[in-house]
């Protein structure tokens, strides 16, 4: 077994679990009648071994590649999405994959950049079937494992969940409700770093969206019981042993292809609220969109958003597809250059893979960190970098184990289907202005 100098993956060996198992399940298909006409399968990307394809019971298929880096992890490729009505799947993402977990401590005696220092991808861990109920847990070949006697990991759940209601509406009258329960796809694995496990989930939902999020867990690091006040909270009895506070930054790397074109568009909108004039009752509030031709280091404000805009398909109302970047609540750290905007669109640069720490050798005087991309190249071929931070100041409740604490964000489709995607049959035709 090769000699692991980072004293985070040293310490992750003393938490180490042996749990194994495969799960596997079939998912509950739609009934005959409801189902639209089947279309020619489209090629597939991958071999069958590498490729996640599943039908949700509402009718909606995902289908999409993966495939495993000794740093990255989980990286997934070729993402389609068919929702019923559409004769063919609609290509959404080249690539999707985490970009960094960068974790500065606020003493300033620790920062690790836990992809590409401390041993992240390596710690691939076993899931036990109960972790994946009514899936498939598909063995992952870890390149360059720490233990070349345990290269293949039961790591890669794939599994479907219910997420409440899709929609809900009262009909024209009292005897009628229109109603649907949302289902997901679900794909994640399990990475321990130090003390630390990283649940890293994917969720394709039945209408859509993507929503991507990291879990930490595990346990709080013993080693690092010395903070002051400010720095730390108290853990235990009395006001003894205050364990470290610290953040989470987490990176995720996106590069669209919607409908199959690298060429999308980047556009950002601002809604401003002015005072009542002319005579009106109320505020009045005007939106303006700000094509985004250039790279960019964006900040996330009230009514601020932006969509990735494809450059060839539209929907059968005419209208452009896109998909607009949500991400979720997070605390911005600003001690790191790269850590201080919540979004950066940069010019696609094969080069260009961790947010921070960037392990390539792309040339003399390339940055290695996602702030220092941003140089002002035209976007052609956009790659979406988001940001999403979490300050852990650790509490009693963190012992033990800890409870997981979720960061992330979502893509949610804009204009790519005409109407609701899971429209019931008898409100086909409500499009546009209601009679």
């Not at 990475?191 to 969206?209: A, L």
């Not at 990176?251 to 004039?277: C, H, I, M």
């Amino acid at each position: 077994m090769p000699v692991i100098s980072n004293s985070r993956a040293l310490k992750r060996t003393a938490l180490a679990l042996a749990l194994a198992g495969l799960a596997a399940g079939v998912t509950a298909q739609a009934p005959a009648a409801a189902r639209p006409k089947a279309a020619p399968a489209p090629p597939a990307e991958c071999s069958a071994a590498y490729r996640i394809q599943q039908k949700l019971s509402t009718g909606t298929t995902w289908r999409m590649c993966w495939r495993y880096h000794k740093e990255a992890g989980l990286v997934l490729e070729h993402i389609t999405y068919q929702p019923p009505g559409e004769a063919r799947p609609v290509k959404v993402l080249a690539s999707a994959k985490l970009g960094q977990i960068h974790v500065p401590y606020d003493d300033g005696e620790n920062e690790y950049h836990d992809l590409t220092q401390a041993g992240f991808g390596q710690g691939l861990k076993d899931l036990a079937p109960g972790e994946c109920p009514g899936g498939t847990i598909r063995t992952v070949r870890v390149p360059e494992a720490w233990d070349p006697s345990h290269q293949n990991v039961k790591g890669l759940c794939t599994t479907t969940r219910s997420r409440g209601h899709a929609y809900r509406m009262q009909g024209d009258t009292a005897n009628k409700v229109f109603q649907m329960q949302g289902k997901d796809l679900l794909v994640y694995t399990v990475n321990q770093v130090g003390w630390y496990e990283y649940i890293t989930e994917w969720r394709f939902q039945d209408d859509g969206t993507i929503a991507m999020n990291v879990g930490a867990t595990g346990s709080l690091s013993p080693m690092d019981y010395d903070a002051g006040d400010g720095r730390g909270w108290p853990i235990g009895k009395g006001a003894k042993a205050y364990a470290t506070s610290h953040s989470h930054n987490v990176f995720w790397r996106l590069n669209f292809n919607l409908d199959g074109s690298t060429k999308g568009r980047v556009e950002q909108y601002d809604s401003k609220v002015s005072a009542p004039a002319n005579g009106r009752p109320a505020p009045t509030n005007k939106t303006t969109r700000t094509p985004i031709t250039k790279e960019l280091a964006g900040d996330a404000r009230n009514m601020r958003w932006w969509r990735v805009v494809s450059a060839t398909g539209r929907n059968k109302d005419g209208h452009p597809r896109s998909y607009e970047i949500v991400p979720g609540a997070g605390a911005k750290y600003p001690g790191r250059g790269y850590t201080k905007h919540d979004v950066y669109f940069t010019q696609y640069d094969k080069c260009e893979q961790y947010a921070s720490d960037n392990l390539p050798n792309c040339g003399a005087g390339h940055g290695k960190s996602v702030d220092k991309w941003v140089d002002g190249q035209t976007l052609k071929n956009p790659v979406v970098w988001v940001n999403v931070g979490f300050h852990h100041v650790a509490r009693d409740e963190d012992q033990q184990p800890m409870p997981v604490h979720w960061q992330g964000l979502s893509v949610v489709p804009r204009d790519v289907t005409a109407m609701n995607p899971l429209t019931p049959a008898e409100l086909a035709g409500r499009n546009g202005r209601p009679e």
